[in-house]
């Protein structure tokens, strides 16, 4: 159930700094959402953006939504140490029973 | 938010034993639950979609004589590892499905187990 994929693989930068990640998609679908995982822990919901939104906000997080091209990214603004951590996105398609479609996921590394 | 509770957190076992691994919803009813897998430095896998009082459907490629998956009750989906080998080790994952369905279709997942066969 694997179909997403995500870039960058790894991301590593200073903290303060911004980062962003994205996911592809391949079909169509109701929901997109993020998740972050700690090292070795389980998954910790961040936000769900419709297929009818462009953009949301919650916090230091921007979500961005494109269905034309199958895509999202994620915006982590003045990034800290404890965002370190892998951040996956999960979609939703129609009529799958709510089973989540995952990404292969972004390794962040926030380098104090 | 709901919670969804894992047990154990992590275990070791030595090859050719079972191993169960047990799902609770805390203060919610869950109809369906899923079962996932995550290798180091992967995603999720499911593995199989466990419906209360009915039959486990498992993904393809995923035995399920050797997974097996119980969902005798709406608060508790179990995974028997059955006679496990070094390749079963892995992070097993569960999510849960409220009965009275979902709020922003969002999943509660539980904390994991980790698994290591010796």
């Known amino acids: 159930s694997q179909q997403g994929e995500e870039d960058p693989q790894a991301l590593s930068i200073q903290e303060g700094e911004n980062a962003t990640m994205n996911c592809s998609y391949k079909?169509?679908?109701?929901?997109l959402q993020w998740y972050r995982q700690n090292s070795g822990r389980g998954l910790v919901h961040l936000i769900l953006i419709r297929s009818n939104e462009r953009e949301k906000h919650s916090g230091r997080l921007r979500v961005t939504l494109d269905t034309s091209k199958k895509s999202s990214s994620l915006l982590i603004t003045a990034s800290r140490a404890a965002d370190t951590a892998s951040y996956f996105c999960a979609t939703d398609p129609p009529d799958s029973n709510y089973q989540l479609i995952w990404g292969a996921g972004t390794k962040l590394i926030i380098k104090p | 938010g709901a919670v969804v509770s894992q047990h154990p957190s992590w275990v070791i076992c030595k090859s050719g034993t079972s191993v169960k691994i047990e799902c609770r919803s805390l203060d919610f009813q869950a109809t369906t639950m899923f079962w996932y897998r995550q290798f180091p430095k992967q995603s999720l896998m499911l593995m199989a979609t466990s419906n209360e009082g009915s039959k486990a459907t498992y993904e393809q490629g995923v035995e399920k004589d050797k997974f097996l998956i119980n969902h005798a009750s709406l608060t508790l989906s179990t995974l028997t590892v059955t006679s496990a080998h070094p390749e079963d080790s892995s992070f097993y994952i569960c999510s849960a499905i409220p009965a009275n369905g979902l709020e922003n279709n969002e999943q509660f997942f539980g904390p994991g187990t980790r698994l290591t066969v010796l």
């Open positions: 079909t169509s679908i109701n929901n």
